[in-house]
């Protein structure tokens, strides 16, 4: 078995461990050093004036403690507050939303897993009513009217994929296949979203767009 896009897979069970799956499964993780706090500097350059930030997750999934423990660490270096709004369930996601606003915060994040993956449009569209400005982890976020995305280059990830598919059918043993991090990441921003919360993107993040929505 070959896995991609998994944010936690020790978490998770699937592997032993990244270096050495240990089991007859292996494949491409998300979990990436950095990651988090680059999605955080992204929001501080488009909300400079913020200084309390959430983070929308679900903490049923592994990969969420560990995304938000990057977090924590990169608000502290940055001297900002962080605080999570924990959904469960398609039910929660508009109130903990509106509670982030609410509570002040100037910027959100958006931890990607499944179900937040599939409140993408919903999450997206209440960000804006809610005038939140917000960091996706995947490209179709933005795709569904979120303000950018900062994450995995999934294509190259799929790629990937397959080529660890075929080193396994020329005799390779998925357990000594050890799970690989990403490498290369894309950053998409919506402009159209962007014009209608009143946001000017800066050029340090324009030059930086891998894709652009207009």
Do not use: C
Not at 72 to 96: G, I, Y
Not at 102 to 108: E, I, P
Request: proline letters at 6%; glycine letters at 8%; aromatic letters at 6%.
């Amino acid at each position: 078995m070959v896995f991609v896009a998994v944010g936690d897979p020790v978490g998770a069970g699937i592997v032993e461990s990244l270096d050495r799956p240990g089991r007859n499964v292996t494949g491409l993780s998300d979990l990436a050093a950095h990651l988090q706090g680059n999605r955080l500097q992204l929001l501080r350059e488009i909300a400079p004036a913020a200084s309390l930030f959430s983070v929308l997750l679900n903490p049923g999934t592994p990969y969420a403690a560990l995304a938000y423990k990057e977090l924590e660490a990169a608000a502290n270096v940055a001297k900002v507050q962080l605080r999570a709004f924990e959904v469960r369930s398609p039910e929660e996601t508009a109130p903990q939303l509106e509670a982030s606003k609410a509570a002040g915060a100037g910027g959100l994040v958006i931890l990607e897993d499944p179900l937040t993956f599939s409140q993408r449009s919903e999450i997206a569209t209440l960000a804006s009513r809610l005038r939140l400005p917000a960091v996706y982890g995947y490209r179709e976020f933005a795709e569904a009217g979120g303000l950018m995305s900062y994450g995995t280059d999934h294509g190259a990830q799929w790629r990937r994929g397959a080529e660890i598919v075929d080193l396994i059918l020329k005799g390779a043993k998925p357990a000594d296949i050890p799970v690989e991090q990403p490498t290369r990441f894309e950053l998409v921003v919506n402009l159209k979203t962007a014009k209608a919360l009143d946001l000017t993107v800066p050029s340090t993040i324009m030059i930086r767009a891998d894709d652009v929505i207009e």
